[in-house]
Structure formats: structure tokens, C-alpha cells
């Protein structure tokens, strides 16, 4: 069964610190990964998502994530955080197709940052 | 314009009742989901529609009832509510295929005391 793991449960950091939140998958086919972020109170919004190619994608609001197959990884980072990415962040695979999309989620590490 | 709204936001009901959480998509997605997020916000998915049509059923309690009365609506029914069924619920919609990104409601914090 696929399933995901997100390794940081709670990370703490300063404004301008540099940010990489791990995330590794088990699933031995082709995946498609995402990153969603929930804000305090929201619902989950995209950041990112890999298909294919380029194995380094970037996201809105500064966010870029890093996939590596021989490592199952999908690693998020960000170089300089604001006070405004305080939110929970998950790591999502999808590797269903057609009709049976399905994502599975991370536990979701909780992300501070101190103005 | 919301993509994915569902009603109400909060639910605070006693324990032994049955309550409806609704959810409507105005994206024209074939696909819509119900997933869970407990305390600790681990979200879990329970169940999926396309065209109507139940999909996925991830083991859950047949105290809960999905109705999709069309692509664009998927409801959620909960017959004899326990304590354990506190969580948010979230609604969210998808083209069909594994590339498609979820689109996500707000969430229906559901209470059971």
C-alpha cells in the first residue's frame, strides 16, 4: 500500500531562516506528488506538484520542492521564510488514475515561524 | 466565486443524532472526495465519487452515507453520531486522472458531546 511520511513534525524557525520540510513515499510505480499548505483555520491549498521531467519544481509564494526517485523524496524548501508560511504543510502521492484518484497523505508537519 | 463550499462550517450535536454536511462544486469536476482530519490532523480520505458513480470506500463506518445526486454534489450522512466522529471534514473535487490537483472546501468542524 502507498503511504507517506513526513519526517518533521513540529519545526520552529526565525523569519529569513531557510526552510526543508522531508518527505519520503513508498510506492515502486510511476507517482504524482504534491505539497498542500493549511493555513491556521483554512483549508488546503496547492503549493506545488510533480508529474514528470524536471525534477525541481517551483511553487507560488516562493516554494520549491526536489524530487528524487532513487531516494522516494519529495523534499519541500523554501530559502527565506516569512512570519505569513506560520501554517501545517503535507506531503500528498496520488497513484491512482482514471477514475480512482486518491490522494494519500502525510501526517503534515506543523511549521512556526518567529517574527 | 467559491470552488468548493460546503455547509455548514461548524456542527455541534449530541451523541446518538443524524446530521448532513453538503457540498457543492462549481469547477465542473468529474470527481468529488470526503476526507477526515482528526486531532492531530492526519487527513484520511473515505470516500470518492466520479459521475456519480461511489468509487472508493476506505472502510468506513456504514453509519456514514455519501450521496452524489450529480457531478457537481456530494453529501455526507451520519447516522447514530459517536464521540469518535469529532473531526473536520473536508470536501474536495478533482478532474479525473492522477495528475489532477484536489480541490478543497472549507471544512465542516463536526462536534459530537
Known amino acids: 500500500a502507498q503511504s507517506v511520511s513526513q519526517h518533521n513534525h513540529h519545526v520552529i524557525l526565525s523569519e529569513a531562516a531557510s526552510l526543508e520540510l522531508g518527505c519520503n513515499y513508498s510506492?515502486?510505480?510511476?507517482?504524482?506528488l504534491f505539497w498542500y499548505v493549511q493555513y491556521p483555520g483554512q483549508h488546503l491549498q496547492l503549493l506545488l506538484k510533480?508529474?514528470?521531467?524536471?525534477?525541481l519544481v517551483k511553487g507560488i509564494k516562493g516554494f520549491e520542492a526536489e524530487f528524487i526517485k532513487s531516494k522516494f523524496s519529495f523534499n519541500l524548501r523554501k530559502p527565506s521564510v516569512q512570519w505569513s508560511d506560520t501554517a501545517e504543510y503535507f506531503c500528498?502521492?496520488?497513484?491512482?488514475?482514471?477514475?480512482?484518484?486518491?490522494?494519500?497523505f502525510g501526517t503534515g508537519t506543523l511549521l512556526a515561524v518567529q517574527p | 466565486d467559491t470552488a468548493v463550499s460546503q455547509t455548514p462550517k461548524y456542527l455541534v450535536t449530541q451523541m446518538g443524532n443524524d446530521k448532513s454536511i453538503k457540498c457543492e462544486q462549481n469547477?465542473?469536476?468529474?470527481?468529488m472526495y470526503w476526507y477526515k482530519q482528526d486531532s492531530k490532523k492526519f487527513l484520511k480520505i473515505m470516500f470518492s465519487?466520479?459521475?456519480?458513480?461511489?468509487?472508493i470506500n476506505e472502510t468506513v463506518p456504514n453509519r456514514f452515507s455519501p450521496k452524489s445526486p450529480d457531478k457537481a454534489h456530494l453529501n455526507l450522512h451520519i447516522n447514530s453520531l459517536e464521540l469518535g466522529d469529532s473531526a473536520v471534514y473536508f470536501c474536495?473535487?478533482?478532474?479525473?486522472?492522477?495528475?489532477?490537483?484536489?480541490?478543497f472546501g472549507q471544512g465542516t468542524r463536526l462536534t459530537v458531546v
Open positions: 474536495a473535487s478533482s478532474p479525473t486522472g492522477g495528475r489532477a490537483e484536489a480541490f
Open positions: 510506492y515502486g510505480g510511476t507517482v504524482n
Open positions: 510533480y508529474f514528470s521531467g524536471d525534477p
Open positions: 500528498a502521492v496520488n497513484a491512482g488514475g482514471g477514475a480512482t484518484n486518491k490522494l494519500i
Open positions: 469547477l465542473g469536476h468529474d470527481t
Open positions: 465519487y466520479n459521475n456519480k458513480e461511489l468509487i
